[in-house]
Each structure stands twice: as C-alpha cells, then as structure tokens.
C-alpha cells in the first residue's frame, strides 16, 4: 500500500484500521447483498468507506493502468464514497468526451477549490454553467486567444535572448545545468509577463505559494473521498489550504491595491496590456455585459481567475518540456535529427524566431511523440480519462508502443488540440484546455531554442539509457528527479 508511504503515521494507522473494519463490513454485505443490482462497469469490488483507495499505490495512473488491464477501457471504481469512472481507450473516451460530454463536463466539488479559488470562483474547478462559460470566454477574449497570444511573441522572444545568454555564459564555464529549474524559471517568467505584466522574481511569496496550491490541488484528500472524516483533517490539509488561501489573498489583494492606486511597477512599455491589468481596470463592473445573467467582476473573481491561471500555465508547460528534454537526452538519434532540421531550416548563424515554428515538422513530431508517453496534466471530473494509459495502448500504437519512435508520425494526420482521441494531452471537449495556442507556442519555442543554441550532454560519462524517468505523481506528473545536462554553445558567432 505504497500510498500509504506519502501519509503521517497516525492517519496511516487510522486507515489501516478503518480498511480491517471496512474489509468486515464487506464480508458481511457480500453475502446479504444481491449481485444483479449493479448496473456500472466492471471494475474491482470497493471496499466500504475507502473504496478502492488502497489500490492506487503511489503512481495511481499506473495503477488504474494495470486493473484496466483486467477490467477493460470503461472501468468503475469507487475513491472513498465517490463512484469513478476511468476511461482508458481512445474510442471509450470519445464517447465520454465528445458524444456525451456535456453530462461530463462539470467538476467535482473538492476542498482545494473551496479554499484557494474561493469557492470554484475561478475556471478549471468551476461547475459547468453560466458562470463557467462567462469566465471561459473572458479569459480567452482577453488572454487566450491566437490574437493575445500573438501579441506576447516580443516577450517570449525578449526571454529566449536572456535564456540563451545565461545558458551560454555556463556551457564557457563548463558548468553542468539543473534544466528542470533553468526551465521552469523561464516559463515562469513568460507566463508571469503576460499574465501580469511583469515577471514576478521580485515577488518571492508568489512561486512557493502555487507550488504549495498544486500539491494541495493534487493530492488524495481524504476529505474529497470520505466526507465524515473531513472535520478530522486527518492528512492536516485543510490546514495547510487555509494557511496558503490567507497568503495568496493577502498577495493579489497588494497587487490590487497597487494597481487601483497607481503605484504599480511597470517594467516596460508594451503593445498589449497584460491580463491582470485588463481585470482590475473592469473590477466591479459586468463581465458579460450583453448576457441575460450579469456576472460583476469582484476581488474574489480576479483572485480566483489568477490562481487558476498561474497554477494552469507554470508547471504543465514547464513538465511538458522537461520530459521532451528527457527524452531526446535519452535518444541521441531523435536529438541529432532535430538538430539536423534546425540547422537546415534555421541556420547556424541565428537562433529561432517565431516564424520558424510551422516549418519545424520534426520538432512537432517529437512533441507529439513526448506527450504520448508524458501527458502532464488530465481531467478533473469524475470520468477519469488516463490519458497515460492511451499513449501506451498496443492496439493504437502497435507493439512499439512503449519507444519514444517520433517517426510513427510521418504522415499521420493527428493533431494535438482535441480532435484525435488518441492522444489529447490538452483534453479535449467543452473542458478542453483553453491555453492550447499559448501552451504549445512556448514549449515550442524553448525546446527548440535550447536544442538549437546548444549540444547537451549527459553528466558523470552518463549513457542514455541510464537516465532516470521515474514520475512524481501530482496534478502534471513531472520528474521525480530533476534533470541535469552539460550545455556546449554550437551556434556561428
Ligand atoms: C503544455 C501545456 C499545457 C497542457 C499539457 C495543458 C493541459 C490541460 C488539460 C489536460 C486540461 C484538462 C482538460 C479536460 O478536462 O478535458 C487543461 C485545462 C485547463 N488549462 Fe491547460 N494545459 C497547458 C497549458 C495551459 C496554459 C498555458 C493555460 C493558461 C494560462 C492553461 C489553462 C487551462 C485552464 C484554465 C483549464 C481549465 C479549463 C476548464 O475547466 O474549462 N493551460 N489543460
């Protein structure tokens, strides 16, 4: 019961015991309970009060992976009290996905939203309804869509000259390079400037504060699953939720302030105007002013709306391209034919522009062929779609299914937005994820930056294939170990 690994001793002794008083009342149901009432999928018989919790394990989608084995695509568990349906084929999820996916598309109620995003103030926690597809469209009108993300390539083009520069400085001192941080601080600070319109550095309470919201976001909560033993707070997370609420309260209501008093810190001047500005500038007017049903942008919408945003965008993006890096370390193949279609496309005399992107075949190709074996991220609802499992489904993928083959591409019509159910690392549906178009542009800017501007190198005379890819399990499933590499400058001059 290696999830029991991750919990304090007490609750691990608690549940312990509640799984022997569990494993007494289902004996005791089993044999005075009529079998033919089940109308669910197959899936492995719960035990009362826990469920089916004590067989996740430490990695859940690999677990959920392996009893899907046994139980088939469309399998039924139960976390705790609440009955779960996991998906784990292309064909069963688009049935969920896309025939019905308007009776999937809410969110479940959990204690993470209550607290961080006011109460599913914000988008990604939101109930389906009204009020999520207003705040949907607005975050696209003003931050989302090809228009916006376009109007932020200066920033992105500003940061890979700064990202290059640093890397650079490194590889003449020969020194060896934590990419996973070089990476996230680089997304980061992209994300920070046009979300907000400045990079946050200097706000040192804001980065530790929305890693603490993703492992609170991400873990089991007991209090989601089992709802009596919420006044416990058994794992001490609601604890923690208040304490992190109070910090990012406390932090957005200061930008607020600063904002409404003028005295905000401006770093540049810009063609666009950042998000957080457009939101404060529209505080306590309609959101929708030509909809029957008015929504009034409060504090508590912007703070939400924030949160979510912050916490969508840092690490999916930033895992996504850790693993890409990962993989074409581990494959000095697939990394020589990327750099191959760099050089001849780009050049050795300058590094990638924008413009470059949609000519870069290859490069796509291993983006796709990364998020088949990687998906950072997944839906949160009581569908849960593995799309782990799909990425690794010999059926679809033929027997090669578990080598990062980027070529199995090569003519292949499949996208990434949603449309191909066989791989939708950006969901797919009324839910699917709204930063697509700004996800993909920065991963695919920076991976094909750094593999361009530098040569990398394994260190300790490490092979390949002795990297480690082990995962954490969290809401984007990063490494559990970060990524170091020895960058040597390759580009003329
Ligand atoms: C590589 C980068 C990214 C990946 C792989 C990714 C993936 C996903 C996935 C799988 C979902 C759930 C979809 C579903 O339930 O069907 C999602 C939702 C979402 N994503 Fe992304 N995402 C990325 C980047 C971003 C960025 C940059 C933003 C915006 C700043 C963003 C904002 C959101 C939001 C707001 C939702 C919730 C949408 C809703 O519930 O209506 N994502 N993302």
Redesign the pocket.
């Known amino acids: 019961m290696a999830l029991f690994s991750q919990m304090p001793s007490t609750m691990a002794l608690f549940l312990v015991l509640l799984g022997t008083l569990s494993s007494f009342i289902y004996f005791f149901r089993a044999l005075t309970t009529n079998k033919n009432d089940r109308k669910l999928p197959p899936g492995p018989a719960p035990l009362p009060i826990i469920g089916n919790l004590h067989m996740l394990g430490k990695l859940p989608h690999q677990s959920l992976h392996c009893l899907a084995q046994r139980y088939g695509p469309i399998m039924s568990i139960k976390l705790g009290h609440v009955p779960t349906i996991v998906v784990s084929s292309p064909e069963a999820a688009e049935v969920f ?1 896309k025939v019905h996916d308007v009776v999937f598309a809410s ?1 479940p109620k959990v204690q993470s939203s209550d607290y961080v995003t006011c109460g599913a103030k ?5 109930e389906y309804g009204s009020y ?1 597809r207003t705040v ?1 469209k607005w ?1 696209i009108l003003h ?2 869509s090809a228009s916006k993300v376009e109007c932020f390539a200066p920033v992105r083009k500003a940061e890979m000259v700064s990202l290059v520069e640093s890397v650079r400085a490194m590889a003449a001192e020969g020194v060896t390079l934590n990419l996973s941080q070089q990476v996230a601080k680089v997304v980061e600070v992209i ?1 920070s400037r ?2 907000f319109g400045r990079c946050m550095d200097d706000e040192v309470e804001l980065k530790p504060l929305i890693d603490e919201t993703m492992y609170l976001a991400g873990v089991f909560n007991l209090s989601d699953y089992i709802p009596f033993l919420a006044p416990l707070d058994l794992q001490g997370i609601e604890r923690r939720l208040k304490r992190t609420s109070n910090g990012l309260h406390a932090f957005f209501d200061k930008l607020i302030d600063e904002i409404e008093q003028g005295s905000t810190n401006i770093e540049e001047p810009k063609s666009y105007t950042d998000f957080f500005h457009v939101m404060v500038s529209l505080l306590n007017t309609p959101m929708n002013p030509t909809d029957k049903v008015q929504y009034i942008i409060g504090r508590e919408n912007i703070k939400a709306i924030m949160v ?3 916490a ?2 840092f690490d ?2 930033a ?3 850790e693993w890409t890096l990962s993989e074409l370390l581990r494959h000095p193949r697939v990394m020589a034919g990327l750099q191959h279609e760099l050089e001849t496309t780009v050049g050795r005399n300058r590094m990638v522009e924008e413009s470059d992107l949609p000519k870069l075949t290859y490069l796509n190709m291993v983006i796709k062929e990364s ?1 088949r074996l990687h ?7 009581r569908i849960l ?1 593995n ?1 782990w499992s799909m990425g690794r489904d010999r059926t679809v993928w033929s027997d090669n299914a578990e080598e990062f083959f980027p070529e199995r591409f090569e003519n292949s019509s499949i996208d990434l937005r ?1 449309h191909d159910f066989q791989l ?13 178009q ?3 542009t ?2 695919r800017l920076i991976i094909a930056q750094l593999v361009h501007c530098f040569d990398w190198e394994l260190p300790d005379a490490m092979l390949p294939n002795e990297l480690d890819m082990t995962e954490k399990f969290g809401l ?1 499933l990063p490494r559990a170990n970060h990524l170091f590499a020895k960058p040597a400058y390759r580009l003329v001059g």
Do not use: K, N, Q, Y
Not at 122 to 126: E, Y
Not at 375 to 381: D, I, L, T
Not at 424 to 436: D, K, L, M, N
């Open positions: 996905l969110r914000g988008l990604a926690f939101t999520w949907r975050c931050l989302l994300m046009v979300i979510d945003m912050v969508a965008s999916t993006t895992t996504a391209i998020f998906p950072v991220a997944a839906r949160e609802s779609v799309v949603g939708i690392p950006f969901g797919a549906g009324r839910r699917g994820c709204p930063g697509t700004l996800g993909l920065t991963l984007s």
